[in-house]
């Protein structure tokens, strides 16, 4: 009887960790490696969602994957943000739900308006491949509690496009509200124009929203997941969505 | 059936990376002279013209998807 009561409670517990749904437009290319690292390393339920669904019906938290939707015609990510799927991912933002969007992902959400500014083409005239650092500035929040601030995680990037701006007023909104929560620096952790890969203001890697359910970045810590493929800094963002999805 | 002629600039604070590299290019193909270069985007749109307030109309696909209001500015003129 007590094996029983203990294989009852097993999948309540397990029932509390949050199902993600990556959604897939056309041209995404990051979206196996989120699924990869959130069912096989975070171990957590995981499901594709196509771009022209309309229902993100039992998610608990929705990636927006790296990758080039929809061929970045236009602007990167201008046409993804008018896909089916996005008036269910705008409802889950509003309803308070976690949205996470990477690389191409992030300028979907900046184009779709759930995070300010926009990301144009890095000033450097290169597409930039490779590891950067990046420093943690907040961690009160529910995708940074697993690390400490200040803390300097190495994590990939792989963009072209990824020079984030905004106007005077909302970069200082952004800064004195903890808005800010990765920055790119060097391996000390100090901002510099050389550890700036993309040319972003003040070396802004990822922002979140007001409420700090919605949170985009340029680097993918979904590549860094496992020490085996070179990093596993990723992961604490990762984490601290189950832990921050439990708590609630 | 008229045709809209849509402009996109990206606006003058920004730094126009691609148009830099142009104006590199120029430079080093003998065009000492040229200072600056800015790359926009230019689209013609064709419309049945059959919606009551085009203006109206245009200016809305412009702010939506045409052009990032956060980025860049826009202009256009309708060719009856």
Redesign the interface.
């Known amino acids: 009887m007590s094996t029983l009561s203990t294989l009852e409670k097993k999948p309540s517990k397990i029932s509390k960790r949050p199902k993600f749904a990556v959604v897939r437009f056309p041209g995404s290319n990051c979206d196996q490696d989120a699924y990869f690292a959130i069912k096989n390393v975070l171990n957590c339920p995981v499901e594709y969602v196509w771009h022209q669904d309309k229902s993100l019906k039992g998610f608990d938290v929705v990636v927006l994957p790296g990758g080039f939707s929809y061929g970045d015609y236009l602007r990167c990510g201008a046409v993804a943000r008018f896909s089916n799927i996005m008036d269910a991912v705008v409802a889950h933002a509003e309803r308070g739900g976690f949205v996470f969007g990477t690389c191409n992902g992030f300028q979907v959400l900046c184009e779709a308006h759930l995070l300010p500014g926009a990301l144009v083409r890095n000033n450097v005239c290169q597409f930039r491949c490779q590891y950067v650092n990046l420093r943690v500035e907040n961690n009160d929040t529910p995708y940074t509690r697993a690390y400490q601030v200040d803390q300097v995680i190495k994590v990939p990037i792989a963009h072209g496009e990824g020079c984030y701006i905004a106007d005077a007023s909302t970069l200082q909104t952004l800064e004195s509200s903890g808005r800010v929560l990765f920055r790119y620096t060097n391996e000390k952790g100090h901002p510099s124009p050389e550890s700036n890969p993309n040319g972003s203001l003040n070396n802004i890697a990822g922002i979140a929203n007001a409420n700090f359910n919605v949170v985009g970045m340029m680097p993918h810590p979904e590549r860094a997941c496992e020490k085996l493929l070179g990093s596993a800094d990723g992961l604490g963002l990762f984490t601290s969505i189950v832990t921050a999805f439990a708590m609630r | 059936m008229p045709q809209v002629k849509v402009t996109v600039t990206?606006k003058p604070s920004?730094?126009d990376?691609?148009g830099?590299?142009v104006k590199d290019a120029l430079n080093n193909m003998g065009y000492t002279g040229v200072r600056q270069v800015r790359i926009g985007?230019y689209m013609e749109v064709e419309v049945s013209g059959e919606s009551g307030d085009l203006d109206a109309e245009i200016k809305a696909m412009c702010e939506?998807?045409?052009a990032?209001p956060?980025?860049e500015d826009y202009r256009y003129e309708v060719i009856a």
């Open positions: 990206l920004l730094l990376a691609q830099r590299v985007k939506k998807l045409l990032n956060v980025i």
